[in-house]
């Protein structure tokens, strides 16, 4: 068999929410790789794929993860873990990556799998999809993502405050992610568009600090980087959300 590079979604942080695939593809993996930040401490990925993988086969990689306004040093970063991955294939022929969340979104796989890409143009690269946060804090709040035709929309407010302010005034329910250092400024665009009544946010879901409340108790001062927000869409009270005429094509 040649070389193989899986990115595994590990979910939002609580060890019960990874997927029985993702489980067995940690296992089947010769070394399983963690992103960790530049200061050495335990990531939520690590802390989750050491439930299940000893860790002899876990191999820390250091993105820079809290390297925020210098972008060379951040790709410099990237750049190293891709090497780094590599050589791993090379010497091992298969290496899941964990990240938290799901791999295909917002996720730090997609720089390491290009990367690795471009230095290893025959290595085979696959994916396991993992709970998101966003649904994650839907389950433990109560909040209802989407009915009927509404529309879902997920905006990381590092983005800027005011990406997540059009999404709010536009319909359907509106995920923001990653906007703990902005939390004045998220707060601030729910009041501007009456969309703080019914709104959610959460961090650290699943672990021992977890913190859900209403958006309307959003602190002044900066939450937790990985903080989740729902605001759900202005639904009329009635059963079934906006249903269109065909089919939906909801699930059963």
Same mark, same amino acid.
């Given at each position: ?39 050495? #401490?335990?990531?939520?990925? #690590? ?27 951040? #790709? ?73 035709? #509404? ?102």
């Amino acid at each position: 068999m040649g070389m193989r590079l899986t990115g595994v979604g590990v979910g939002p942080g609580d060890p019960e929410l990874v997927t029985v695939k993702g489980v067995n593809a940690l296992r089947a993996a010769a070394v399983v790789v963690v992103p960790v930040m530049d200061g050495g #401490e335990t990531g939520r990925a #690590e802390a989750t794929v050491l439930h299940y993988v000893g860790a002899s086969r876990v191999v820390r990689v250091v993105f820079a993860l809290n390297e925020r306004s210098d972008r060379a040093r951040r #790709e410099a970063a990237w750049d190293a873990a891709g090497e780094r991955v590599a050589e791993l294939l090379r010497e091992h022929g298969t290496v899941a990556f964990a990240t938290i969340g799901d791999p295909n979104v917002y996720s730090t796989f997609t720089y390491l799998a290009h990367t690795v890409a471009g230095l290893l143009p025959e290595v085979a690269v696959a994916t396991v999809p993992g709970i998101t946060a966003m649904q994650d804090l839907a389950a433990r709040s109560g909040a209802v993502l989407t009915e009927g035709t #509404e529309p879902l929309t997920l905006v990381p407010v590092t983005a800027g405050s005011a990406v997540l302010k059009d999404a709010l005034e536009g319909p359907g329910t509106v995920v923001a992610y990653k906007f703990g250092r902005q939390a004045e400024e998220v707060a601030a665009a729910l009041r501007a568009t009456g969309r703080t009544e019914g709104a959610v946010w959460g961090s650290s879901l699943g672990l021992p600090e977890e913190s859900i409340r209403p958006a309307a108790l959003l602190l002044d001062g900066p939450l937790p980087y990985l903080s989740t927000l729902i605001a759900p869409a202005r639904r009329d009270g009635g059963r079934g959300g906006k249903l269109g005429t065909g089919n939906t094509g909801g699930g059963l």
